[in-house]
Every structure is written in C-alpha cells, then in structure tokens.
C-alpha cells in the first residue's frame, strides 16, 4: 500500500472484535456489510433481518458469494453478541434496539432517523409521525456528523452511545454550508438544490424508482416537504451557535436523477457583503484542514458525482455569483458511503479510538 | 386522429412549401429534419451541411434510411430555394446567411445565439466574443418566444423577418417565472438550478459528454459563467417591462444528468410578501390559458422531464416553501423539441398563419 | 408533410370509427392510446382499465395531460361501443373479451399470448399454465406477424377476427429468420441471442426492474425456459413449410439491458454451405422488398436498437462469419411498437384495408 | 478485516517495491493506478503518460485528489527505477518498453495485444496490421491467463519475464468454454455472444462512445471481424491441446450496451451427447475449484455483470438447453478489472509468490 497521506497511529483495542448489523439486507445495511468486512479492526460480523431470517446474506446479495458468507439471525441475537451494532432499520421500527444496547453497554450506531433530533420530540413527531418511545435515550444520544461532533463523541466514548447517523441529504447540504456559517455575514434563506442517485430510495420496488420511470429523466420530489429538512435546519443552527452567527433559514429541494449513487447538493447562499472567491476559497480550505474526508477543491474544479463515487469523500467545490454576493457551493458525496454506511463507520473509528480513514479508504472510482 | 382539443382553422397557405435547414446534421438540425418532414404545410425539404456536403442526410442518421432521403447541398443553393430557412448552426458563422434570405424576401429562423440580443452588441460581443458582423439586420430580428413575442412576429410577418430562436436554458427558465412578474412583490435574486441532458452539447464527440465520463453522474457546469444568463435576464426584464414590475437580478445554474433530452429549471423566486399556493396557481393557469404548449400542472403534480419527452410541451408545477415567501416553480421542456426545433417550427407556424400546433403535436412518451 | 416515399391509395372506411382499448393503463395499453390517438382513419377511442376503472387515463399518465384525456370504463363498456377492440391485458384473463367481440361481429386484436398458438392448445397450456377457456375460439384465430399472414387476415377480414398479435421476441426473431429459411441449406440449431430494453417488463414495480438492481448491468433470464421460444419455433416451422425446406430448431436466449425501449436479436443460422454475403444480402432484400415497416440495412450498417426507437419498423442487417459457413443476422425493433401496439394497429390497418402505414409513420429517434 | 476464506501466506518479498505504469492516463492505467495504490506489497508507484507528461495523475483524474498523487514521467524514467513495470499502452506501440524492461531484468506486464499471440507473428500481423518489431521477445513471453498458464509463470519467474495480459472478452470467453473442452464431445462451432460496458472502448471521446449515441442503445460491432476472435481461438486451442479434445472453431460477436463496466458472455456449445445439467455443473465446480477467482454459480442463479462489479471475478453459470445438447455458459467479469488491470496484477502477484488475491480482494458491488 502505498502512502502518501500521513496516517495517524491508532489508538490500540484490545480484544477479537465483533460488530453487529441489525437490517442487514437493506441497502444501507447492505453496503455496511460490505464496508465492515474489510474493515481492519472488524474480526467478526453477525447480521439480522427481519425479511430474510433464516437465510443467508449471500442468497440476498449473490454479488457477496464467495466472499462474505453469513447467517441472518434475529436482532436479539446480534445484539447480545455484538461489541457494537448498526443499526439499518427503516425509521420509527428499531427505537428498543438502541435501548438494548445501551443495557448490554455496547455503543449503537442506528441510520434511521430516530435519534437525530436528540430530546426534540416535537420535531421529530410532526415529521416522523410517531412520538418517542424511549424518551431518556433521546437525551443520550449524539448526532453523529464528525465534522460537527467528533469531540462530543470522543468525550463521551467510555459510556455506552447511541450516535444517531446523519441523513444523507444534511450530510452534503451541511458540509458545504458550515464554513459560510463562520462569517456574519449569511443571510437567509439559503437554498439547497439537491440531486440524488437512485439507490437512495432503497431496496424495495416501488413506482417511482421502476426503471421505466425514472430513468432517462430528472423531477423534484417532495418539494417543501422533505423530511431532511427540519435536520439541516438544526445543524446549521448548531454550527451558527457555536460560531455565534444567525441561524440561517433553508428551503431545500431534492431531485432524483438515473444515477446509481450519489448526491450532489448545489447551495446558494446569499451574503450580505461582495465575497471574493479567493477569500471564500481560503475560508473554505482552512476550515477543513484537518478532515480526513473533506476534499475542498482546487479552484476551477467542480464537484461531480462521479469523482467520490464509492469513498467516504465529501468533496466541495466553491464559487461566487456575477453579482458577488451570493456564494454558490457546491457538494458531491456517495449516499451510500458519506451519507450512509461509510459516516456510520467513521463513527465507530472514533467511538473506539481507531484511526478515523480505518476501512474507509476505498479510492473513488470515476466509473 | 382523435380530437378532443380544439384546433382553430389555420390561414390558407398558397404555394407548395420548401423548407430550406442549413446546418442539417447537427442534433438540432436533425430534429428539424424529423419534425418538418412530417408537417402538414411542408412539401420539400432542402438540406445543407458544411461538414457533409455531397452525402445525404440518411448516411449520417441512418434512423432516416427509407424515409426521410435528401442530398446535404451548399448554404447558397438551400437559400436560393427555399421559402423559408432554418438555421442550426453554431454560434457566430452565419449571421451572412441572415442577410442572404432577408434579400430574397424570405423568412430566416435562426437556433444560434447571433439574433438573441437585439441590437445589444455590447451584451452579445462580451459573451459570444464576436462582434455584429451586419449590425443592422439586428435591428429588424426578433427574438422568438412565442409566450413573449406572438403578436410582434405575428404583426411583422408580412415582411421577411430574422427570428432568434430562443435557448434551450431561457426558454424553460423564462416561461417559469413570466407569471410571477406580473406581480410586483418579486423580490431579488431569483435562483434557476437547471439540469440538462446531453443531447444539449451536440453531436460532437468530447470528453464532457464521453458516455464513462458523464453516465451515472451530476454535476453543475459554468457555475456563474453560462452564456444563458444574460439571455435570461434579458427576457425577464422585458417582461417586466411589459407588466411595470422591477427587473429581477438571476442566478442561473446549469447541471448536467445522464438523460438524452429534457431541461429541469427549478426556480426559487423570493416574494416580498406571503403566498398562497392556490393563488400562485390560479395565475399561472390564468396566464397560459391560451397557450398551445405551456401545461400548468394541477396542484399535487410535480414537472419532469420524462412527461413532457419528445413534445413541444413546457410543464410548469407550481409550489410554495413553507416559509410561504419563496415560489418554487418547476418547469420541464425537452431541450431538442421546445428548447430548440419545435419552438422554431412554432415561430414559422405563426409566422406563416399555420395552426400553431401544426407539425408539433406528438404526444409525449414517459419512456 | 414530405412525401418521397410511395403510399398506396387506402381503401375507403365509411363510418366514424371507435377504437376500444382494454387493458389500456400497461404499457402496451398506453403504447395502443399514444399511437391510436392520433391515427388518421380513428376518430374516437373508448379506455377500458381494471386497476383503474372510474379513473382518467390522463391521471395514470400525467404524460397525456392536456392531449389525451378519457374516462377508465369497464371491459364491457368499451366492447359494447367499439368499432374494433384491442386487449392489451396481461396473458390467461382475457380470452372471453375476444368470445364477446365476435358475438358483437367486432374485430379483437390481443396482445397477450392467449390466441397465438391457434388449435395447439397443448404448446399453449404446458408454456401459459391454462388450458384454453374457449377452445373453438382458437380455431378461428390468426397469428398477426404480418410479413407472415397478411394475406390470411385480408382474406378473412370480412367476418369478425381474432388476432393474435405476436410476442416482442417472436417478431424480432421470426424476421430475421424468415429469408434464411427460403434455403434449404440451413441446418439446425439457428441461436437467437436477443437483448430487450426494460419496458418490456410491464409497468408493475419488480426487483429485477428496480432501477438500482438492473441500471448498469446486462444479465440474461430464463435460459432455456422462456415462453416466446415455442412461439419462435412455431412461426418459423410455418414459414419452412410455405417453402418446402426443414423446420429449423431454435435456442433463444433473452437478455436484459438498461434501455427503455428495443430488442436486439443476434441470430446465428448455420448453413450447410458456404454463403456469398452479398447474395445473402440480396435475398433478404429482395424477400422484404414489399414490406413497409422491415428495413434491410446497407451491407456495411448494422442494427442498432437506436435507429428504430419509437417506430413500427423491424432494421435487419446481415453478416456471415469468417468460416462461411454461419449466417449472422441482427434485427432490431422497438418493443413497444413492432413487438406491440405498433404491430397490432398494423394489423388493424390490413383489417380494416387502411393504408397499412397509417398512424404509424413516426420516424426513428436516435435518442 | 474478516476473514471466512482461507488465505494461503503469502512467499516473503524483500526489498521495498516500485510499480510502475506506462499509458497510466489512460482508462486501464488508471484503473491500474487505483488497485496498485491500495495494493499490500507495492511501496511506490511512478507513473508515465505520453500525453501528459510533466501533469500530475491527479490534475487528469481529480477523483484521486487528497489520495493518489504522483507526476508523469518519461517511460525511460519508470522503467529505470521500477521492480516491476505494467503497460497500458494502445496496441504496437510499446514492444520495446518490453526489451528495455528485460535489459534492466525486469518483468513486463503488457495489457497491449503486442506479446498475446507468442511468436505467431502472422496472426498478429493480419490482426493488428504490423510486424513484430523484436520477434525474439516474442519467444519469451508468457500470455497471462492465470487459469491457463499459471504454472508456467510460476515456473519461469526466476528470470525476467513479459507476461502478455489476455483481452477483455478473450478472458470471459476461454473461462467459460474451458471445463466444457475436458470432454470431447464438444461440437463446433461455439457461439460466443459477448456485450460489453463503454469503458472498454477507452478514455478517447469518439462517436460511437458519445452518450447520446450508445446510451439507451444496443448494438453489435464488428460482427464477424473482432480482433480478439483470434486470440479466442487460440486459446480454447491451448487448452483442447492440454486436454487432448479437438480444437473448436469459434464465432464471436461482441455488442456494445450503455454499462459502464462489465462483459458478459452467453456461450453456446454444441455437444455431440444429451448433457445433464447437474452433471456440467459439477464438471465445472470441478475445474475451478482451486482458482481464487472464478465463481461457477449455483444451479439457478445467472451470471450478472452488476454481481462481479469492481471486483476480480469471473461468475459463470451453466445451462443446458431445452433439447440437451446445447451447453449455454453465461460469463460475467469487469471488463477493467479481471478483463485488464485486475487480472495484470494477479499476474505479478504469480509472479512475485505474492498471495494471488492480494489488492485484488474488492466485494463486488451491486450497484
């Protein structure tokens, strides 16, 4: 392996490792199935699913045959051996789950959307339809997009945690507008056009991602009325309180394009001053500095899909209007990886003090 | 053929009809092909190429073989000819042809940028780098969007005209936010995140539009730097003119998605004051209703690009953001028929006093 | 309209005519409203839809809006007005539509495999699972491949008519095989390695049609087990009877391909002599040399699916193989229209002595 | 990293080792690029490119940013410095790289056709339609089908070698008919019906690879007149030698569809006797039951390209046909991968006693 890019020591761990994956045969859990088993850390995988117990992951999966061989069982049983758990139920479905966790003292990382909003029940039920179940969890759990809580997960680490995986949407939409976020100077609203691959309407058939149907065409889809919105909302909220700027207002639009993965997120957000590219550029590169997953390109280049297709890479590309006053930023992620499976695991690397690129340095792909 | 829309009787047109393209084997050109040769005012077809004179138009499209079979000739032998000359060439080498069919009193309707501009010089040299070669014939051109300009070409067709086809970007983004401008409470900048499939680049092989390269990919290009936006800016400040509200600043986008035709244009139009989405519907209805080729869709629909496929349909849904100050409009055209060689066979419809919708009434296919 | 290709007078057809459409809300259902709508020679059509009844056509496909707008009536609304039926169900439910329409003395075309294998009610029930429901309606049925039954179906058109228009495959296949079998030096098996678009999956949501699970991949399907084999074999078995050489055997192999619309066949004949290509050339052309929808290419052209998209027309290029002593032949059909609603509104066209062109003159897009 | 298939260890390798890549701009260097990078054994990469020289890898592919970064170089510079050294030079260009690499006592992994034909320079010159330039070079090399040649790789790897990198579709093709030519009832001619994904034709802009013209298309090409039907040939040859069964004549027609990676190959094999499935399949099972890399399927999975993607597999699945004596094997690889750079690094893992998998132990992905 060749290396160029400067790895930082591991913190050790000590024991045979074994993570669990309850809603293995979805496509997130799926993808995390993938991604833990070459993980470098990872000594054993114990799956469950509730559609295909019994089975195996490779009858579901024929693409895993050969490689990754391994029964599904009930989440119970991964749960009561796991020395982690992921969680890739559907939301409103796995809430005891974490619960369990926390009782068998083992951190558990869940995709859905159940533990984002941390103790604000009243946003999570008007766009979730469903109260919480476990209230106390609710004020446990850390919302785990790195590039906003990695110390709050590192300082919390010693007790058991319920990190609650970003959306895929607010990972793009977020990453691209938490720098403009240090300036004063944002004024609202800030509108994110985003694009997003077909695997992010997930595995079950349905009308709308019916090959005939979708591709060789672009729509919007729930225009004013995504679900991801509210979680943008409260993370530029937190990343403006932290940098004691104003909270930005957002409209966000999603789109579904004939691709397989990823998400481009276009964003627009208007200032109140004339930006130079250049010094927004250097905002942008310094902000991120120390990310391991953060490309900020050069200048002249823009994000596309395709150039982190299948890494962890959230690359963001930054231009100024011809007016000069309203900065347009652009973000490519894989929705599978940064905005799924691979975030999920960089939780982990912190949660356990592994270096933080474990298992996630897939190169991205061009095709 | 079933009739449950109403066709109004057309002017009788006199003679039998040649249409002359020059620039046949382009895509717009070709696209010209395939939809005159099937209109029902259109009895010969002259065709002319720079790149394939001396061959015929079934060698390079072989999709014509056994329907469509014309020699490609010289530019000069198509005007000499012709009673009418479309032109899909690219920009800044053919105003000269204008002057030609202006001479011999026949209608030129051009697809390039050279007309657009009017006699704004200025405008088009900074973004075309090229100044007017025959700065008077921009005197008497006009710019040919029917949903703007029906009565100017209409009153001046006795004459022979130079028409500026529209571009593909300004007509989808134009015909989305004309309606919001009758009303002043537009505020500025409004925002269009346009995506484009790539038949849009042309037929020209280059690395942008090399299947591995483009295919399962999105990705924004020209951001702040597209020679649509002044094109734009243009015809809403005409408009805007025309209904007495301020001119509104833009923000133009273009994105490129693995689809063959279609243009998205998501606009984001702020509003001074608080909308209701039945009313921002009612006005749009109101303000197509006599429109042949501007669907509004019913609330609850959303544009795409696939209903509106092969059609010289605009569809525009409208939406409200939940903050209730921000129209979302979404409009969806095929960029090969409405963005470029339907519309123009629309400006000959009424030029000549055709029914408008002749030539034109392929019904759009989802796939 | 330009008209460099021959159209033979039509005969006269007297009174307004009602099309009827049962099944109308699948694909080849919609297909059938697209195409029918705008036929010169229908003047009314009647829907008829089971999922959807009481709904509007133009509500199921948004795509019609403003164009094609009818109510969803039952199956014997539709028959109890309709001038000619067409049923566009799935295959096993219908076959008592077509008992109906011949009571009413009204043409029924189908578009399942119900009425294709006439009196051989064993081949039908070992490939459908059925047993014919009515046998001596089988008995009166024709099998619609025009290049093969014309004559049969004007012959018999006085009286009311079931026909069985022929399975996508069959019609690709059959084609490209029928010249080859006026020689009796083929031998056996002729391979038929055929590649489909994915429409061709019906409009009902399914894993393998999932965009995520079949977009960018290419994987056959039921090898040696798929139901148009039987009809291949039959239709070319009756065309080596009409010629007095052997019934060739048949290996068919279906492939799906992340296209909407197309089937490629790649058809290997073995010859038991060594062919001249041009002379292999030369009989195709000159077998199809009536036809107007089959499109012998150029030696030098090979089929593509993309050369007939959107029309009734069936390209055939030929090849032989280095050895000399293998027949290749490629044909290529959109799916949808030569292997479906195409091919059965030109069997109305024979039926009713229509110009067997009309309503089907769209020309091929390359995209 | 979890481990469920055994991994033999690997022989020691001593000294810290340099890789380099001559043509790594093109698609098959690059690919080259990123498995090398990630690769256990290789310390150094250095890269060159004729049409870049003096960039960076990472200016021509912007996916690699912030991971793989290196100049381009002269050849002569790589091949000065290098342990071993791969080409992905176009055809009949670089023969003499191969002389300069065996000067300096290194091994040459060419993925060019230049050294594939031994020292049949007669074939090769009717092929690719130049002489040998060193013929004597010819006599060393080593065509580098693990599963045909390993032994004799292994053997000869003391002194410096050439290993001639098998075709793409040669690779599909000779796995799949392999096992059947253990039995001599093997008949000819084999059918090799091939379609392969558009990064086969390469990173140059052309226009049968423009997306508008291959996406939503099907098409064969080069019917009867593919460069790889001689190496094909050949080696079925080899193996027919090895196995003491007739040598079978081979008619091959590849077909391009709008995927980005993969080949799939439908074989049909006529066998003089009624084959049991049950028993081919075993027969199968057998012959690759020590390859690291072939996966012959279970009885009812299909070979798919979407489960090899990415990945060093070849999945075969094996059918019979209706009639029995027709074998039909569906072979699955990633053209870039197992069909060039994949399989050039199995070689040097051969070459070097390397563990065979190692950089090379990618899960496929589904989509």
Known sequence: MVTNVDHKPPKVHNYPMIAGIIGATGYAGAELVRLLFKHPKIDKLLLSSVSFEGERVEDIYPNFLGVVSAPLLKAE??????????SALPHAVGEHFGAACLERKVHYIDLSADF????????????????????QLHKKSIYGLPELNRQKIKDNAKEPLIIANPGCY???????????????????????????????GGREPS???????CADSVTPYKVASHRHSPEI??????????AGTPAPQVIFTPHLAPINRGILSTI??????????VEIHELYVDFYKDEPFVRVLPLGLTAATNRVRMSNFCDISVHVDLNGSTLIVVTAIDNMVKGAAGQAIQNMNILFGFDERAGLETIPMLF
Not at 170 to 199: C, D, R
């Open 268 to 277: 627009y957000i208007p200032l109140g001053t004339t930006a130079k590219t």
């Open 116 to 135: 984002r909003f941390d103790d604000d029940e009243e946003v999570y039920s008007k766009w979730y339809g469903k109260p919480y179940q476990f209230p």
């Open 233 to 242: 909302t409260r993370n530029l909220a937190m990343m403006a309180l932290r």
């Open 77 to 86: 049983e991964v749960i009561a051996a796991a020395d982690v758990v992921f």
């Open 207 to 213: 009308r709308s991602f019916h090959y005939s149907e």
């Open 170 to 200: 607010p990972t793009g939409a977020s990453l691209g507008i938490f720098p403009a976020l240090q300036s004063p100077s944002v004024e609202k609203p800030i509108i994110i056009n985003a694009i997003t691959g077909i695997s992010g």
